[in-house]
């Protein structure tokens, strides 16, 4: 007999600063993002690195559906080095390479000055 066990979450980041070379994010810690151990479940903190690294590569443009262009993580790689339960995780993105065709950026995931995360991605023009 299948089993049905409902899966729930929360996630909720904002940009704070955006540049040619870097962009930042910073994320509260909420219930609703944390593993049942009480920490953040590592899809939070890879889904704020690799949005906030899409921004990065988008730049000042803005993200429409079918957009020509669009900066398509096909490559993306994780260490996770730490982890917290409460208050709030930051992430910056910078570029490793700005390429035509290829570009990678490497972002720091932390939280009060503590490494959780560094996330690789490289990003093609769709």
Not at 85 to 106: D, F, H, L, Q, T
């Amino acid at each position: 007999m299948e089993q049905s066990l409902p899966m729930h979450g929360e996630l909720e980041f904002f940009i704070t600063e955006l540049s040619a070379e870097h962009a930042t994010s910073r994320m509260p810690v909420k219930a609703g993002m944390c593993n049942p151990f009480g920490t953040v479940h590592a899809g939070a903190m890879l889904w704020m690195a690799d949005v906030t690294a899409t921004v990065l590569a988008l730049g000042k443009t803005q993200a429409s559906p079918g957009q020509k262009g669009f900066p398509l993580a096909v490559n993306l790689h994780c260490s996770l080095l730490g982890n917290v339960g409460s208050g709030e995780i930051r992430a910056e993105a910078r570029y490793v390479r700005r390429g035509r065709r290829v570009s990678v950026i490497r972002t720091l995931v932390t939280a009060d000055g503590k490494l959780l995360a560094e996330v690789t991605t490289s990003h093609l023009p769709a």
